[in-house]
């Protein structure tokens, strides 16, 4: 299978603790994006990365929130301090920009987070 | 202030007919469309695009149409199947801009009924 991955796939912890979510994009993708979507909604744009850069940050993402992805390859986000309200499904989408083209963007499965 | 909607929350179809789901969006800068399809539990999975520069692209059984003057694009099933039952999503991006992060509508989930 050479799609998205995600890890865990399902997280609970107890507010004030650390959460960290990983994400493998799919292996010749140089774009790697991180959406929050809650009950109801629509999957909302956290962050993203061309390679090892991180280009974007939304307002959604907190100082509490961290990306990283080290060598333009896998990408991990981190949470500290949780809130209740963190509780969402966390959404890792890669891509391949090519000029001239359109991009589409592939999701993994998510991380369901739930804060007690 | 959401810029991509979608106005119905559900919407049943008998097994074998149309599925028509709508999309509205406010910002005529919006260059590419894209439909995603959703099963509780999963990841969203890529359906179909659409660049502001057409007006219909077709895939199987899967069409999108895209009014640009109305800022609607429209995706249409047919024939509709138990297994399209899904929420989908319709997204949109700045994208010959080079801002490509998608901007969602909050999904319409599709009952198919055998």
């Known amino acids: 299978d050479t799609g998205v991955s995600q890890d865990p796939r399902h997280k609970i912890t107890k507010r004030g603790q650390n959460v960290t979510f990983r994400c493998d994009p799919i292996s010749e993708h140089n774009r790697l994006y991180w959406y929050r979507q809650t009950l109801g909604q629509g999957p909302e744009f956290l962050t993203y990365?061309?390679?090892?850069?991180?280009?974007?940050k939304s307002r959604l993402l907190s100082d509490r929130f961290s990306a990283e992805r080290p060598k333009g390859s896998f990408s991990t986000l981190e949470i500290q301090r949780t809130e209740q309200g963190d509780s969402a499904m966390y959404l890792c989408?890669?891509?391949?920009?090519?000029?001239?083209?359109?991009?589409?963007?592939?999701f993994g499965p998510g991380t369901r987070l739930l804060v007690l | 202030d959401q810029q991509v909607k979608q106005n119905s929350p559900s919407l049943s179809v008998q097994e074998g007919r149309i599925s028509i789901l709508n999309c509205d969006y406010t910002n005529s800068m919006f260059d590419y469309f894209l439909w995603y399809k959703k099963y509780p539990a999963e990841g969203p999975t890529f359906l179909i695009s659409i660049s502001s520069i057409k007006d219909k692209n077709e895939d199987g059984r899967f069409t999108v149409f895209l009014n640009k003057s109305a800022k609607h694009l429209s995706l249409h099933i047919v024939p509709s199947q138990p297994g399209d039952s899904a929420v989908y999503f319709c997204?949109?991006?700045?994208?010959?801009?080079?801002?490509?992060?998608?901007?969602f509508g909050k999904g319409t989930r599709l009952s198919v009924i055998a």
């Open positions: 989408a890669s891509s391949s920009r090519l000029a001239g083209d359109q991009e589409t963007q592939y």
């Open positions: 990365f061309q390679n090892e850069a991180q280009l974007e």
């Open positions: 997204a949109a991006s700045f994208s010959n801009s080079g801002n490509t992060p998608l901007v």
